[in-house]
């Protein structure tokens, strides 16, 4: 079975650009989750989406923006990049929703450089 | 708001039991607590997750404290390849769940 895919691996951008990064869940699954991990402030939730709907977000500013697809895949936006959003982005997946119960799966993540 | 607490580093020999704590005084009753593994270069990987009670799985033991404000992951043979950096989180149920994130872990192991 193989795993949750995230495009591009690497992406190199520059102030007040906008970047969409693309993950792709295991089959089958139907909630995929973005995460923004940097140096100073760690793993941090950006949103959660379950059967093409918002299901959660995070505290994060409305340049952050994502969406699902009916075949589970999903995107995420940025727009107007600022310095700070320089990060790997990390998608995961489940089964049927992220929940205190059940595990996520992780992709290798967006390595994103803006400059 | 509910806050994790990890020692940034943990040294340990191949094939000797890992002790990794996390604290979590503020833990409220009904947050999960959940263990993720991130190897070089990759995204996190589930380790373990539990409530109340002491968990274990084929990879690690989970140890929850009696009053919950701290845990421990027990990695009972630690090899080479479990150096990683480990993630305790905690998860708050319901339709607005929240995760807090620990700064992780990063466990050295030695040959």
């Known amino acids: 079975k193989a795993g949750v895919t995230q495009t591009p691996r690497y992406l190199i951008k520059t102030r007040g650009q906008q970047v969409t990064l693309s993950c792709s869940p295991i089959s089958g699954h139907r909630s995929v989750s973005w995460y923004q991990q940097t140096p100073g402030q760690g793993l941090q939730f950006l949103f959660e989406y379950f059967s093409e709907t918002q299901r959660n977000k995070g505290n994060f500013p409305g340049r952050f923006s994502g969406r699902q697809f009916s075949n589970s895949r999903s995107e995420m936006n940025v727009s107007t990049l600022e310095l700070g959003d320089s990060a790997l982005y990390l998608c995961?997946?489940?089964?049927?929703?992220?929940?205190?119960?059940?595990?996520?799966?992780f992709g290798p993540g967006t390595r994103l450089t803006v400059l | 708001d509910a806050k994790t607490t990890q020692p940034n580093s943990m040294e340990s020999n191949e094939e000797e039991p890992v002790h990794l704590p996390c604290n979590h005084s503020t833990i409220s009753g009904t947050d999960y607590i959940h263990w993720y593994r991130q190897l070089p270069s990759q995204g996190p990987e589930y380790v373990i997750h539990g409530l109340t009670s002491n968990v274990n799985n084929r990879m690690a033991s989970l140890a929850i404290a009696e009053d919950r404000k701290s845990s421990t992951l027990i990695l009972h043979r630690a090899t080479l390849r479990d150096a990683a950096v480990y993630y305790c989180?905690?998860?708050?149920?319901?339709?607005?769940?929240?995760?807090?994130f620990g700064k992780g872990t990063l466990l050295t192991v030695n040959p």
């Open positions: 995961a997946s489940s089964l049927v929703g992220s929940s205190p119960y059940n595990e996520q799966f």
């Open positions: 989180i905690l998860y708050s149920g319901g339709s607005n769940y929240k995760l807090t």
